[in-house]
């Protein structure tokens, strides 16, 4: 049986800047709620690092957890590039690096804790899930997406690799032949071939993913705690040394003062293909 | 498969609906973040629900640059 560490109360409802969350018979409902769609950022993080923080007395009485999102576009579109860029813009290289690094850290505490929740986690991810909202679906035991949903990592194009945990949980759950299409051109993918990868384990019909999650983690709330907790165990194994060479590595590409120029552009243009910067050896000149 | 006038009145069509247009009123021509007033976002969302429609896989750098229907057409067509 899980204890509860601290003898802590459970809190059951929780109102942040950028989530909420309710506890209803043995499910937890997250909902990711930060205009324009579910960037994370500082805000973001506070909030994800109150929820990690309510485990130990919510583990007892829950079974599952879904996260969710409010926002029409999607689930999440990543980490909070116009907060980075800012943070880091005025910082010489070293401290620019030091405070990635710092940054990361945080976001990989909360990850790793989300990634090993007592309790069973579903992504229910409708429109958009890219970069660190797909990092963020990642942590989830199972991925229920609307036909609509569509993933992707551009980290690429901007000159970086996915930070929070990205490569390392994807190569736990699917092919590389998937993970190198997805990284190496940028490309977003609909739901359907996600699916067929392996990336996501239910597809539902436009706008029922949540529903037919909510039906799935109604489901796990008949099975005993100690072996639900003992089989995630098993099953979902947290690839600590990959994670660490990958806060290495982002720190390095994001360092970089053709990153910042990148973002500059990215952040600033009016291109409508803004997200999918084209690559400057191939202009015409 | 369908002809290329057939995939760009499918094209019209769905958009249209995807953003509550007025039918009949988007053109080939037009480009369609000026004419929906869209975002390269919602660019994907509507390439999603193009992929559903015909059933295909369209890469998004296959249409990166492309902002009239009647390129993306051709680009569908081209996977059909």
């Known amino acids: ?38 960037e994370i950022g500082t805000l973001m993080l506070a909030d994800l690092e109150t929820f990690v923080a309510a485990f130990d007395g919510l583990a007892p009485i829950t079974s599952s957890c879904i996260i969710t999102s409010a926002r029409p576009g999607g689930f999440s579109v990543g980490g909070d590039l116009k907060e980075l860029y800012k943070d880091a813009l ?34 229910a991810v409708h429109g958009l899930c890219m970069g660190g909202g797909l990092e963020l679906a990642l942590l989830c035991d199972l991925i229920v997406a609307d036909k609509m949903a569509r993933f992707g990592f551009p980290e690429l194009r901007l000159g970086f690799i996915p930070g929070f945990g990205g490569i390392p949980r994807l190569r736990r759950d699917v092919g590389n032949s998937f993970i190198r299409d997805l990284l190496f051109t940028g490309r977003t993918v609909k739901a359907e071939s996600a699916h067929q990868a392996g990336l996501v384990s239910h597809l539902t019909g436009e706008g029922y993913a949540l529903q037919v999650a909510r039906s ?10 100690e072996s639900r907790v003992a089989a995630k165990k098993f099953l979902k194994p947290i690839p600590f040394a990959e994670l660490r060479k990958e806060i290495d590595l982002f720190t390095k590409l994001f360092s970089r003062p053709e990153v910042m120029e990148r973002l500059r552009r990215f952040i600033e243009t009016g291109d409508p293909m803004k997200h999918l910067p084209v690559d400057e050896s191939k202009k015409q000149p | 498969m369908g002809t290329i006038e057939q995939t760009t009145r499918e094209i019209l069509d769905l958009a249209a609906k995807q953003f509550k247009v007025t039918d009949g009123s988007l053109k080939a021509e037009d480009d369609f973040y000026k004419k929906l007033r869209i975002d390269s976002l919602q660019a994907l969302e509507l390439l999603s629900r193009l992929e559903n429609h015909f059933n295909i896989e369209l890469p998004d750098y296959e249409v990166q640059g492309v902002s009239d229907f009647k390129t993306l057409a051709e680009r569908i067509q081209a996977r059909l």
């Open chain 1, 216 to 225: 799935m983690a109604q489901q796990v709330t008949k099975f005993e705690a």
């Open chain 1, 90 to 123: 005025p910082l010489a290289p070293k401290k620019r690096a030091a405070g990635i690094r710092k940054f990361l850290k945080r976001i990989h505490a909360v990850a790793n804790a989300i990634d090993a929740a007592p309790f069973v986690t579903f992504a």
């Open chain 1, 1 to 38: 049986m899980t204890k509860t560490r601290r003898n802590q109360e459970p809190v059951i409802e929780f109102r942040g800047k950028a989530l909420r969350w309710e506890w209803r018979e043995g499910v937890i409902e997250l909902t990711l709620d930060h205009e324009p769609l579910n």
